[in-house]
């Protein structure tokens, strides 16, 4: 039977039966995970890793299994802007139009360029030192996601993302040269018009279709409205150490996640082996058998609900049209200045998340 969700789950807990698979359930680094278990999660054969960090809020790491239907891959590390648990549906399929959480958390300086006069805030860093053999072609599977789509495709400043191996990014399109990011794979804003590499691209969002689209069903279980195809990173590497960093960040203010899950097994050196992988039967992944889940607690974004959040998402891009239709430039003074406050809430769902999960087990 096909895996019908996304599961974020423990490094730790390793024999679950395969139906608590097709559950949605979150386990991210405030359960006890650490660094080493997402490198765990990740490593293909022969890679060894060394000086493993992560730097950020521990609700924007994480692992993940049973995601086969959501992302075209079971398992792996789930990295975010806000919280990793939202990215869960709680209603099956996505139907939310604005999850966040506001970490107040600092951006990162290698992804600040990608956001010009905004800068980075909720940085999640992931990053480690490894070493292939004999060199050769480091490769790494991984989809990006995002509540930015599709409002905020074309805007001045939307989340940012990338894989720097040895101080380079390699999140780039097939072409070698097009860095991976909401502006650069859409479907276009509005849905339709003007998009950009759209073959890589699966929208999420019935409320962004109109007339001969409409209805719809969100194409796949995930609480994101828009994210890309299985992406595959490659670089040459030498022998010897490397160092590889992956980082995502909101870009310009705090509000809407973002989210790039790394497929278990990828992170590999020029090896013939598949990676590790539950696959579409839905089996229980190598890293995965935790009996947590997403929140049952229905404001996922901050002070005023989900209204509220609705009303921001439209404020804001109001905010981002009439800001281009002015001047066109991207002068940080005229930005919209308002934050999304997520922190008074924030310590309740983490403490009602945990209660329920341990009541769950």
């Not at 709680?90 to 290698?110: A, C, Y």
């Not at 020029?270 to 607690?297: I, L, Q, R």
Request: hydrophobic fraction near 35%; glycine fraction near 14%; charge should be negative.
């Amino acid at each position: 039977m096909m895996c019908r969700g996304l599961v974020v789950a423990s490094a730790t807990l390793l024999a679950a039966p395969a139906s608590l698979c097709a559950q949605l359930v979150v386990d991210d680094l405030s359960t006890g995970l650490s660094a080493e278990d997402l490198v765990a999660a990740i490593l293909g054969p022969g890679v060894a890793a060394t000086n493993v960090s992560f730097n950020g809020d521990d609700t924007a790491g994480g692992l993940f299994g049973g995601g086969f239907a959501a992302l075209g891959f079971d398992a792996g590390v789930v990295l975010g802007t806000g919280n990793v648990g939202f990215v869960v549906p709680l209603d099956g399929m996505n139907s939310d139009d604005g999850v966040s959480q506001g970490n107040f958390r600092p951006g990162d300086p290698d992804l600040d360029p990608f956001v010009p006069s905004f800068g980075t805030f909720d940085a999640a860093v992931f990053e480690f030192d490894f070493e292939c053999p004999t060199g050769g072609v480091l490769t790494l599977d991984y989809v990006l996601a995002s509540e930015e789509y599709n409002e905020f495709v074309n805007g001045f400043y939307n989340d940012a993302f990338g894989i720097f191996v040895n101080g380079v990014n390699v999140a780039l399109l097939p072409d070698g040269v097009t860095p991976v990011s909401i502006n650069t794979v859409n479907g276009g804003n509005p849905l339709g018009v003007d998009a950009a590499n759209p073959e890589f691209f699966i929208n999420n969002d019935c409320d962004d279709l109109s007339g001969e689209m409409a209805p719809c069903v969100p194409a796949v279980p995930i609480e994101m409205d828009g994210l890309t195809v299985v992406l595959t990173a490659s670089v040459a590497v030498p022998a010897g150490v490397n160092h590889v960093k992956i980082a995502i960040a909101d870009g310009g203010d705090q509000s809407f996640d973002s989210n790039v899950f790394i497929r278990s097994g990828s992170f590999a050196c020029a090896s013939d082996e598949p990676p590790v992988d539950g696959g579409p039967d839905g089996g229980c992944p190598k890293h995965a058998g935790g009996k947590g889940h997403g929140s049952k607690d229905k404001d996922r974004h901050g002070k005023g609900g989900k209204d509220h959040a609705k009303d921001q998402k439209a404020s804001k891009s109001d905010g981002k049209k009439e800001q281009k239709s002015k001047n066109g430039s991207k002068d940080k003074k005229d930005a919209p200045s308002s934050k999304q406050s997520d922190t008074p809430w924030k310590k309740g769902w983490k403490k009602g998340w945990k209660k329920g999960w341990q009541s769950g087990k």
